[in-house]
């Protein structure tokens, strides 16, 4: 097996991480506070892969360390709304793909922000989008519940974070406020990974210590919890980001992308196992609309990696 088809059926694997911690979530959050929970895990996440980059961490300079917290903050901010939309939701499957917009509101972001030129696959997708979240809050006559909210604004939030990750990520040309010319380093992506999961882990710990009741789950952990809460630090956080670093750096390909998009057809399959979830029909066709939204606004890649496989199997 190549190492690109290694990369492929590993970032499969990221995406079943990803869904199945969404359930182990859910499970926590029904026995101790929101914040509390995520503040757990996200200390243990980033602790285990703090571990793994101790070495490359040391090299850092200040302005790197700097950078990573601000995308940690971000990140934190993004996964406050994530949780409560979680708390308050009624259905996981529905959560997951009004979080997916974030995917299609990145190139928002960066266009508005940062006046980076888009293609215009993207603008094409935003109406799909758009009719998507209207079609999952029709039942409401067009008035979104609690949960659907937290759960745009954290895709909104994660749409920001996801650029600020990418630009920490890699090498850039800048100009100071003096009109200096400046060389922003890039952050090698297991230490700046690390440092956004502690940054999030001391975020949430802030937050929930000002707004939440830490005594009743402290005095009296239900016996169920810790698994819930190691099982989502584990699995759904570190060994998630653990394979997917991973994965990418076998391959050169940015196709990739486009298989995370997996992650919110496999939550509602999920939720529809584990939990007993079912959507209405115009709830799924709000869904389907908002998964096609992430195709469109891929398709550049998706049709490059799907040539590029074609010209592989006539050479072969």
């Known amino acids: 097996m ?4 290694k990369s492929d059926l590993l970032l499969v694997v990221v995406t079943l991480f990803a869904a199945i911690s ?19 895990r996200f200390l243990i996440a980033g602790g285990i892969l703090a571990f793994f980059a101790r070495r490359s961490l040391m090299a850092l300079s200040l302005d790197q360390v700097r950078r990573c917290v601000g995308v940690g903050l971000v990140f934190g901010t993004a996964m406050t ?18 979080t997916s917009l974030g995917v299609v509101i990145v190139p928002i972001i960066a266009r508005l922000v940062f006046k980076e030129a888009q293609p215009p696959s993207t603008w094409l997708a935003i109406p799909i989008a758009v009719a998507g979240l209207a079609l999952l809050s029709l039942k409401n006559g067009f008035r979104p519940e609690a949960g659907q909210i937290f759960f745009v604004m954290a895709a909104t939030i994660f749409a920001l974070y996801f650029t600020l990750n ?11 406020r003096l009109g200096e010319t400046v060389e922003k380093h890039r952050v090698p992506a297991l230490p700046l990974t690390a440092i956004a999961l502690l940054t999030v882990g001391l975020f949430t710990l802030v937050e929930s210590s000002i707004f939440e009741e830490w005594r009743p789950t402290l005095s009296k952990p239900a016996p169920l919890l810790i698994g819930w809460v190691l099982a989502s630090a584990v699995i759904g956080t570190a060994g998630r980001f653990l394979i997917q670093t991973f994965a ?16 919110p057809v496999w ?17 799924l066709a709000g869904c389907g609309l908002i998964f096609a939204a992430l195709v469109v606004n891929r398709w550049a890649v998706l049709s490059k990696a799907i040539k590029e496989k074609l010209r592989s199997r006539k050479t072969a």
């Open 2 to 5: 190549s190492d690109a088809h």
């Open 22 to 40: 969404w359930m182990f979530s859910k499970e926590a959050i029904l026995l101790m506070p929101p914040l509390m929970f995520m503040a757990a």
């Open 81 to 98: 709304c994530w949780v409560m939309g979680l708390f308050h939701g009624t259905s996981l499957g529905e959560g997951a793909f009004l």
């Open 166 to 176: 990418t630009r920490a990520a890699n090498q850039r040309t800048v100009v100071n």
């Open 248 to 263: 990418q750096s076998l391959s050169a390909n940015s196709h990739g992308v486009v298989i995370l998009v997996l992650e």
């Open 267 to 283: 939550v509602a399959l999920f939720a529809a196992g584990w939990f007993g979830e079912t959507m209405t029909s115009i709830q």
